[in-house]
């Protein structure tokens, strides 16, 4: 027998979904803005080993002398991507969700537990909860990071009039560095997040769209609670139902 549980709120999922298309013209603006001007690479003496992005990937994605659009749509959605975080870190709060979401001391130990079920390096699956260490950490991360591209975005947008903000972050080459770095870390996150999903299997994608799933109730049926009338017996003389005799209490006096 199947049993509704449900798991998340309908304001939640709103967030959830409203941010995934903004977040996304977030990075492919920002792919156009940085178009223009593309120094990061990972190197190893003189040798590199990854660019990013070499000349055919921009190419491919028609993205070359289009930095004028690419800044439009980024401000633009810079705003959205504002207000719906504010708005979802405001009704976690006041909801009391981010109870869900905080990482705890035990968060880390579950992190590896589940990282080494993921891996097929532990058989036991760890106890299903909510939201496990690992969502705990990742989720909790996510958030962080949203903030950190704010700041850091307002930093490299407006260097001098957040000249205070843009001197904190290490200057403004530093800024568009971590700036860089934190989209690095959606995109990562986004492909680890998938296919999280995917494992984890049809009921669960559901259950970020209708707020429930459905679950085999594997329960055994209650004997004996209170709330359950006591067995009886016939007496064998009148043949009426007879019901047991209370069972004494070793406090109270005979």
Not at 86 to 104: A, C, K, M, Q
């Amino acid at each position: 027998m199947k049993r509704i549980v449900h798991k998340h709120p309908l304001a939640i999922r709103w967030f959830h979904w409203i941010n995934f298309p903004v977040l996304f013209v977030m990075i492919w603006s920002g792919l156009l803005i940085y178009w223009a001007y593309d120094p990061y690479k990972i190197s190893f003496g003189d040798y590199t080993l990854v660019s990013f992005f070499p000349d055919g990937f921009y190419k491919f994605l028609n993205v070359p002398f289009r930095l004028a659009e690419g800044m439009a749509w980024h401000w633009v959605f810079m705003w959205l991507f504002m207000l719906n975080g504010l708005l979802y870190i405001g009704y976690t709060f006041l909801s009391g969700e981010w109870r869900h979401l905080v990482p705890d001391r035990n968060s880390f130990r579950e992190a590896i537990d589940v990282t080494l079920y993921d891996l097929g390096l532990r058989k036991t699956q760890p106890p299903f909860i909510k939201y496990n260490g690992a969502q705990k950490i990742a989720y909790f991360s996510i958030m962080l990071m949203g903030v950190g591209s704010v700041l850091t975005g307002f930093a490299i947008y407006k260097p001098a009039q957040f000249s205070w903000l843009t001197a904190i972050l290490g200057g403004y080459e530093a800024a568009r560095l971590e700036h860089f770095i934190l989209t690095i870390g959606y995109v990562l996150f986004f492909f680890i997040h998938v296919g999280q999903v995917i494992r984890a299997g049809w009921q669960n994608f559901q259950s970020m769209v209708t707020g429930f799933e459905f679950t085999k109730n594997t329960g055994t049926p209650d004997r004996g609670t209170p709330d359950r009338d006591p067995p009886v017996t016939p007496d064998p003389v009148n043949n009426q139902p007879v019901a047991p005799s209370p069972t004494p209490n070793p406090l109270l006096p005979a």
